[in-house]
């Protein structure tokens, strides 16, 4: 049974994530505090809405549990491939950033992937897994904190470069 809000929900994280994507291949003044914060907001978004939406789903069932393991797993993994693809760039105005568009490729591709093995997973039988906006959540935050280690290293070796003034 869908929330009465769901629609508002999913249209703003499609706008949310369309902005996110458009900052993401653009140079972007580098915020030590909103680059280390975000994934934390996003777990914490994550759990919260987990216990908003817990009495609403399915049971949990062994593979939901499965696949949401194998899922933050790949979600590290896509963060840490993230990490070493983002560029930084010293300027006379500070430390700037982007993720070339081979990264933004790849973030598509995971939620595409994401998108269409919520289907399969509604199949056999994953409907906690497939339905939950928190999961989802969950595993953008662990992408997030995959990138952390990198964005933490390369912001402090970055030197200066001309292509951060196109």
Do not use: K, N
């Not at 963060?79 to 568009?101: H, K, M, W």
């Amino acid at each position: 049974m869908t929330q009465p809000h769901s629609g508002f929900v999913i249209a703003a994280v499609v706008a949310y994530v369309i902005y996110y994507f458009a900052r993401q291949v653009t140079w972007q003044r580098f915020r030590p505090r909103t680059v280390y914060a975000m994934p934390l907001v996003m777990l914490g978004g994550g759990v919260y809405l987990l216990h908003l939406q817990g009495p609403t789903l399915p049971m949990i069932r062994p593979l939901d549990v499965g696949v949401l393991v194998v899922e933050l797993l790949a979600g590290v993994v896509v963060g840490c491939v993230l990490g070493s693809l983002t560029r930084f760039s010293r300027t006379a105005t500070g430390l700037r950033y982007r993720l070339p568009v081979i990264g933004l490729a790849l973030w598509i591709g995971f939620i595409a992937v994401r998108v269409l093995v919520s289907y399969v997973l509604a199949g056999l039988g994953a409907h906690w897994t497939a339905a939950a906006t928190a999961s989802f959540l969950l595993v953008l935050g662990t992408i997030r904190l995959g990138q952390l280690p990198f964005i933490a290293i390369r912001s402090h070796t970055a030197v200066p470069a001309r292509t951060a003034t196109r």
